[in-house]
């Protein structure tokens, strides 16, 4: 596609569901960022992936967080027993390389958990 | 840890006013320096970027310097319009997770800009 894609755009769920939020980035791009924006709040780095590998994924906010990326592309955040601070938009950003080349954010995921 | 701070908002404008936004930073070592803007019902994009000390970034009449001795990358634009109404988002890079090696950007709380007819 032309840009990054996130799905769904929206998700409301019940505190203790499991919640799956997707990203497609640019084609060809090996790097992926997930952020997470919280309201009032900036920008949260959680994990960032350099082809399928995350090498660092000590951002996460907490074990009920995982990530995964296959084929150098898709990528799934996972978050499991949600909680209400888990409240926030979700974004996926790709770039080519990594490094300080740009990154090309999605329209991201807005999460409410009641 | 590193750390973005920029002003809050909202900040109001009218049109063809002077704009700055101030953003300071805190970082170990050589950080790039980013402003991300957010339009209404879009996502982020880069409005410019500057890589090295005394670089100056500049996109769609906006621009920042890179000021090592104050670290700061305050934006500026000489003559605002309406379409410049968005949130703007001062960001570093450089490894946000201590040892990690990660690449993610490390943001300012963002600041909503309104301009004015």
């Known amino acids: 596609g032309a840009g990054v894609s996130q799905s769904p755009s929206n998700k409301v769920t019940e505190k203790g569901k499991d919640v799956e939020l997707r990203c497609d980035p640019i084609?060809?791009?090996?790097?992926l960022y997930w952020y997470r924006q919280r309201l009032g709040q900036g920008l949260e780095f959680l994990i960032y992936?350099?082809?399928?590998?995350?090498?660092?994924k000590s951002g996460l906010p907490s074990d009920r967080f995982s990530a995964e990326r296959t084929g150098e592309s898709v990528s799934t955040l996972t978050i499991q027993r949600t909680q209400q601070e888990d409240s926030a938009v979700y974004l996926c950003a790709s770039s080519i390389s990594g490094g300080v080349s740009e990154q090309f954010f999605g329209p991201g995921t807005r999460l409410t958990v009641l | 840890g590193d750390s973005v701070t920029q002003m809050e908002g909202p900040v109001t404008l009218s049109e063809e006013a002077f704009l700055t936004i101030n953003c300071t930073y805190t970082a170990t070592g050589y950080p790039s320096l980013f402003w991300y803007v957010q339009y209404p019902g879009e996502g982020l994009q880069l409005l410019l970027k500057a890589t090295k000390a005394d670089d100056k970034g500049s996109n769609k009449g906006f621009e920042a310097t890179y000021r090592k001795e104050t670290t700061s990358f305050h934006l500026e634009k000489g003559s605002v319009q309406v379409s410049d109404s968005a949130v703007y988002f001062c960001a570093l890079s450089g490894p946000v997770i201590s040892g990690g090696g990660a690449d993610g950007l490390t943001f300012g709380k963002g600041t909503h800009l309104i301009i004015q007819p």
């Open positions: 084609s060809g791009h090996t790097a």
């Open positions: 992936f350099q082809g399928n590998s995350a090498p660092d």
